[in-house]
């Protein structure tokens, strides 16, 4: 199985890139997000699921692991398959789909092409409470490159501080579908840039409500 593709861009499609792997060109089918970030010519690192059938292999490409691994667990809701997860993940970063399911914010995953208001419901019923683990899942592998990211200069990558608030109130006692909702309403009202102590502080006076 393929779990990660380095390479130079050749092509950006509507929905795929061609990625030049040491002369190979993978296919590989990604968000919109995804793909606005991306640029023909320049070097890139994808973090790929592999979907093997009978009939075709298909890569599915992300910017990081996180993303991915909401990826996968959108579905394993009754009718998302990986256009309709893919389609989620090109309106909604993991942080603002995170955000919602904690709120139970239908409307919100309601707004991606091919989701309508039964599958939006589905999707925040039955992910609310492992939402609080996907926002800390793949943790340790972002933690890594905001260290590195953090060393020359840049921004911490989006969500990483809104997931270690999850899992410092989870360490404090607090079920972690609280911890969540709690941090969710912190993201909210702080804003983007809110760091992981705001996060922390903000949601205790969430959970103190």
């Not at 929905?15 to 997000?33: N, T």
């Not at 925040?124 to 800390?136: F, Q």
Request: glycine letters at 12%; charged letters at 20%; hydrophobic letters at 45%.
């Amino acid at each position: 199985m393929i779990g990660k593709l380095t390479g130079k861009i050749d092509a950006i499609g509507e929905r795929h890139l061609v990625i030049d792997v040491g002369g190979v060109g993978y296919e590989v089918q990604a968000s919109a997000r995804a793909l606005r970030n991306l640029k023909v010519g320049e070097t890139a690192s994808l973090t790929i699921d592999t979907h093997v059938r009978e009939d075709a292999i298909r890569l599915y490409g992300f910017a990081s692991e996180i993303e991915r691994t909401w990826f996968r667990a959108l579905q394993n809701v009754q009718g998302v398959g990986a256009k309709v997860a893919l389609g989620v993940l090109s309106v909604l970063s993991p942080h603002d789909l995170a955000n919602a399911i904690a709120l139970g914010d239908a409307a919100v995953v309601g707004q991606a092409p091919g989701v309508g208001k039964k599958i939006a419901q589905r999707i925040t019923a039955e992910l609310k409470d492992k939402a609080p683990a996907l926002s800390v899942a793949g943790m340790a592998s972002d933690s890594a490159q905001a260290g590195t990211t953090e060393g020359q200069g840049g921004q911490v990558p989006e969500g990483f501080a809104a997931a270690e608030a999850i899992s410092a109130l989870s360490n404090l006692g607090y079920q972690p579908a609280h911890a969540s909702q709690a941090v969710a309403s912190a993201c909210k009202a702080l804003g983007p840039e809110a760091d992981t102590a705001a996060l922390i502080r903000r949601g205790l006076k969430e959970l103190a409500r």
